[in-house]
């Protein structure tokens, strides 16, 4: 299957202002590629792309006063199956995890694990499967927390999302996540394109996505708290801890987001 | 100057828990070692060492039911000059910066940036050197929380130690790393030995200890917002974004600690 | 399988002498250790481990004038099943291998991809499948070197060995690692423990074992061109381009080895 | 200064070949570039970057049949000064040398440091500092060797060059790294931009230009054994241990290189 995948995005900006973007597709999927996938800038500023701690393409540039605008346009396969399901069977012991799996236990600015350290438990101990404790948690916070555009929050953690059971794609998936941890089962944050491939077309303007991963019997499985159903088509952009370590764009200083367009479509050719 | 250190910690457990210690010395202080640094477990369970994503020195291990005493003592070589001072100039601007000192911009689970930005522009905006405006906040900080053991949470964050203004040398070093952050001035957290070494003996139980380090003029520089003043035979274990990354140990399951003692002392040979 | 490794090691010197030492079970068998992996040295000199470019485990001191004795002795899990063999199927097109495998195709100092590329497709051009190929590689390396402790030579690279016809498990290793390269099949080189396992005892003293990896198929498979079969028991300790980076002892100055005992058995238990 | 480089580089292939380019400008001056480095392909075929062992930004792609055209243009800041000198003083013990450059004391496939071992400790053992040592070879070098552009040739190693006593910069830049590497200095090979600014113009057609790096006194410093004069200008795009690892391009089939030009002109502004 091939899909399209693009953006244009702006902001404006009084003063020069720094800016970190993670708007590029990740090296997992380089491969995928039918076409290059081409930052452009308008105005055409310099601007460079490196590889953050967690293997994401971050893009750094100065936001020049008067602002600027982000263009994006590829074309790229996808297998066109939707999620795997993790295998059944006993959770690994966390003294058999591998070190580098190690660091998506711990705790992180959205995931306060000691705080939902007793929710966790209370809930989800009594699984014997690993697959079975994490079907449980994404129920559990799918059926928790009311989707709502206009709940979204910057600085809404897992526990505020937990408390105050409203919010976004991403809270769902901090809440996920955090819960995750909590019971030892490793899980680290995604962000990416997810079109509406394979459902009926949804009547919202197109955005970026936010799921999850969990290491479950040897690989990462993804999961969505969101949507609670395996998706067709989704196009990994970044992975980190949780929403900080993946923020489509940080900027260092006051910058206004002008412009926001997404798209995610199927296509039969690259044309 | 020799400094010898090491430790005797112990936990007791009922199931067997995995642990991760970072007890180790930094990879940076290895050449200064004159004795090697073993770390001995009683009993002789399996541990080994791993290098985590901020290249500290990482120990695994399964405390056994009945638990386990973890020892350690080596003899280390210290310039013994005190903390060095950051040299006078402007800030480095966000655009300017390496790649590899970016993350250290960002919120972290102790270090909530965006709940502190407010507090930080409003009294540190108007230093036009770096190193004054790491030298007010360090000052602020210093005098805004009250020091003492009893005010420890494992849960508190620099917003939490902001506003109830009684916390551990750890409190100090997440309210000025958050602050620094802030500011956009690249800081980490750091755990490691100081003792009382040049200064009057100190009547308390030896215990690690936490500062912080900023990025000014192209080079790290150490601050100590506890103390706020240069110190003499710092002993960098572990860095990372905050506590979180660089606890000392991290259980995965219940496991209570039931001895622990540190020591730091110049020793005049190595014996 | 429980078997005990380790191995006592001596260097005379007159003049203190830096060293580097790939000696250390490599960290993807770490979770195996069924006791600690403590390298002992008389004298009690400094010494430090450190994660090198192709993530083994270092080793650096100096030796002392008068000289030193390494000393190391451990228990580890093993499978007890003889390698792996690699699946059937077609070859991976290099432009779609992994970017982390890449390096594992180019020359290096002891594999002259670039003199043996002719020899390479005169014989192996005609295979379909990669794991075909790879066993005529490993069958034709085999039988083309006469193995013989006496024609062990420090500099003897992969094109002296395919002329001079003579090696040790070192030569078979490298000149099988280069075909495969120029075949375009990935290739590491390997170093670690291989005991009498599984086989009649050979009556030889015992010393570490050289094989190599190839990549097929998603995934690393050992094979040795020395032995030619698969065998029990090998104790990985460090991979790399070929025998300059995994080295077991480097010294940087003149320093004689003057003790060489190595131990790979399976015992019942660990006592 | 502003400096205005690129290149136009053509490959012809019967069949799709895979590549893997080492044509970006180094991380290390990423932030130097004042218009966007934008690698282009005539037709437009998928590619992508990743960053290799080493810290360089290496381009993936397949030629398609009937070949590809690369493409790029772009202005960096440079300082305009001339090479740095180190500084003067003893050289550093190999057991004080930081982990990170220890590869850089190792052979490689260009530079056989065992063949040279010999050579460099019969001409340069009696200096006492470090970068006298490093004068001293880079003049013999520099005299030893006869530049000829036709004396290229790709399998050529240091101790070929050493022998023939003709090489293009290549072999000049191996030789000096090798004699350095005997000695226990570190050394590592580099590639990139390097045009006629400050010195005459040169009557040959523009080319890369591969010089090398030796760490003194805690830091690199840039060497060229051809040229044998501080340059003003260079413009790194890859290090690596040797010619293997920063080749400007690795075809892993047949490709005929069909044309290569390179600019490299100081500019008055970014127009």
Known sequence: MLIRCGYDIAFNT???????????????RHQD??????L???PDIPLYQFEDGFRNVATRFAIPPGGVTLSCDFVIEDSGEPDARAPDGPQ?????LPDA???????????ETDRLMDVAWGNFAHY???????DAIV?????HIEFGYHYARSDKTAWNGYQERRGVCRDFAHLAVTLCRCMNIPARYCTGYLGDIGIPPVDAPMDFSAWFDV?????WYTYDARHNCPRIGRILMARGRDATDVALTTAFGPANLVRFDVHTDEVQSIE
């Not at 009084?14 to 997992?28: E, G, I, W």
């Not at 014997?128 to 994490?134: C, E, G, N, P």
């Not at 129920?139 to 059926?143: I, K, P, S, T």
């Open 101 to 111: 799996v190690m660091p998506f236990l711990l705790g992180s600015r959205y995931c």
């Open 14 to 28: 009084d003063a020069k202002t720094a800016m970190v973007a993670l708007l590029s597709v990740h090296p997992s």
């Open 40 to 42: 452009m800038a308008s």
């Open 33 to 38: 590629l039918r076409t290059p996938q081409r």
């Open 128 to 134: 014997a499967s690993a697959r079975d404790r994490v």
């Open 92 to 96: 690994i012991p966390v003294e058999d």
């Open 139 to 143: 129920d559990f916070v799918h059926n």
């Open 215 to 219: 290491y479950i019997d040897g690989n």
